[in-house]
Nanobody, 117 residues
Framework: QVQLVESGGGLVQPGGSLRLSCAAS????????MGWYRQVPEKERELVAV???????NYADSVRGRFTISRDNAKNSVYLQMNSLKPDDSAVYFC???????????WGQGTQVTVSS
């Protein structure tokens, strides 16, 4: 069984920074894409950033230049450094990864990020 555990969420003032971490455990092989999504109530979950197995990255326009995604393949982990946070960044952030054996991928339980003064 594969588990993804996120950490690093919390309350931060506008302009502040947070670093989210996600570690995958269990029987997991050949991780391909690793990414972060976010969701607010009554809205669809949206892609924030993704990093491919080869290291290529893609960001939502709303976070490009402020957020940085990275991964540590040896630790089956993915990170999201979030700088210059805005109230609109407040959401539950979910970690996601895909493998050749599971096209739909695996999801973490989510971590709350609140940006407020």
């Amino acid at each position: 069984q594969v588990q993804l555990v996120e950490s690093g969420g919390g309350l931060v003032q506008p302009g502040g920074s947070l670093r989210l971490s996600c570690a995958a455990s269990g029987r997991i092989f050949g991780i391909k894409d690793m990414g972060w999504y976010r969701q607010v109530p009554e809205k669809e979950r949206e892609l924030v950033a993704v990093i491919r197995s080869g290291g290529a990255t893609n960001y939502a326009d709303s976070v490009r230049g402020r957020f940085t995604i990275s991964r540590d393949n040896a630790k089956n982990s993915v990170y999201l450094q979030m700088n210059s946070l805005k109230p609109d960044d407040s959401a539950v952030y979910f970690c996601h990864l895909t493998t050749p054996g599971n096209i739909g991928g695996y999801w973490g339980q989510g971590t709350q990020v609140t940006v407020s003064s």
